[in-house]
């Protein structure tokens, strides 16, 4: 493997700063690589919010011209009348944030790498191990057959099961096609760091738009798992600006509006079987993925197979 710490660059006067340093308690890092699976931008929404809402400063920058192929995804180029005028340049980087708080946490940005993977990751384990991040977690957002008219759900994973000891497991055993954000847990969770990801579960009809629910979802995953105070009630207006759009744009297509009756009523379903109002309902704990499971697989046991799952195109 090629030197990984000729990938990036960091700015010594903003890595001086970053308090803590040197005493094993750095501060969190948070990434949301674009690129990838990224349902309703949840990842980008998330991204656009801290770097607005809070303090930042530009701390590492890796060199996208190792670790981009170009002639598969093509940045934009403006072109004004008889010249070129703007470029669009590819980036990824680590900025340093403060919360409200002023607590600083690092937040890895930008394009997935496309090639180097490994190389990139050994990188990324040099600045986890230079400023010592006690905690690294990940976002993004997955499309699922669920509603938007019912509470968020989300998957959470983690290289040690008590980071997500209060969440429920959705999945059971599954082969996916891999991601650099992926890859990075587990390398870093192989090299004895503790690290973590939500992947906020957005209705599938919604995928390939903003969607600011899932963004404050997402934020409020990260706070709970690192105790950061991120703002995230800023979003809420461009959320219930979002959902009232669905809402208007379902009550004008019926056949919309059957694949989300259909939904509500398969999750409604399958809430009041396990006896909650929702699946991350409080009181009397989490399912458990047993429990899931079992309960999962009796519903559709009593399904008559005449319901819409929303799987064809609209």
């Known amino acids: 493997m090629l030197d990984p710490s000729e990938l990036y660059e960091v700015d010594e006067q903003v890595a001086v700063r970053v308090p803590h340093a040197g005493t094993g308690t750095g501060p969190v890092l948070v990434h949301a690589l674009r690129g990838f699976v990224d349902a309703g931008a949840a990842g980008r929404v998330t991204t656009e919010h801290l770097l607005s809402e809070l303090p930042s400063e530009r701390l590492v920058t890796f060199d996208a011209d190792q670790l981009l192929d ?40 930008g394009l997935e790498p496309d090639v180097q993977w490994e190389r990139w990751i050994a990188a990324v384990r040099q600045i986890v191990e230079r ?7 990940g976002v993004q957002g997955l499309p699922m057959g669920v509603p938007h008219t019912r509470p968020t759900t989300i998957s959470a994973h983690a ?12 999945f059971g055993t599954v082969q996916v096609p891999a991601s650099a954000a992926a890859l990075l847990e587990l390398r870093l969770g192989q090299s004895g760091h503790d ?63 059957a694949v989300v009756g259909a939904l509500e009523e398969q999750y409604d379903s399958f809430t009041r079987s396990i006896g909650r109002p929702g699946l991350l309902a409080p009181g009397g704990g989490l399912p458990t993925a047993e429990e899931i499971g079992a309960e999962f697989e009796r519903f559709l046991a009593a399904q008559d197979g005449t319901v819409d799952d929303g799987s064809a195109d609209h």
């Open 131 to 137: 400023f010592e991040v006690p905690l690294t977690v």
């Open 159 to 170: 290289t040690r099961s008590a980071l997500v000891a209060d969440h429920s497991a959705w």
């Open 70 to 109: 170009y002639r598969s995804r093509r940045p934009t180029m403006t072109f004004d009348a008889t010249r070129w005028s703007d470029y669009d340049e590819p980036e990824l980087v680590v900025d340093r944030v403060e919360d409200s708080d002023g607590m600083p946490f690092l937040l890895l940005h």
């Open 195 to 257: 690290a973590m990801g939500f992947s906020v579960h957005v209705p599938h009809y919604l995928a390939q738009s903003p969607y600011p629910t899932a963004g404050i979802a997402a934020l409020e995953q990260v706070e709970r798992s690192t105790g950061l105070r991120l703002r995230t009630s800023a979003l809420l207006p461009a959320a219930e600006r979002s959902i009232a759009e669905v809402d208007r744009q379902v009550a004008d297509q019926p056949e919309v509006a």
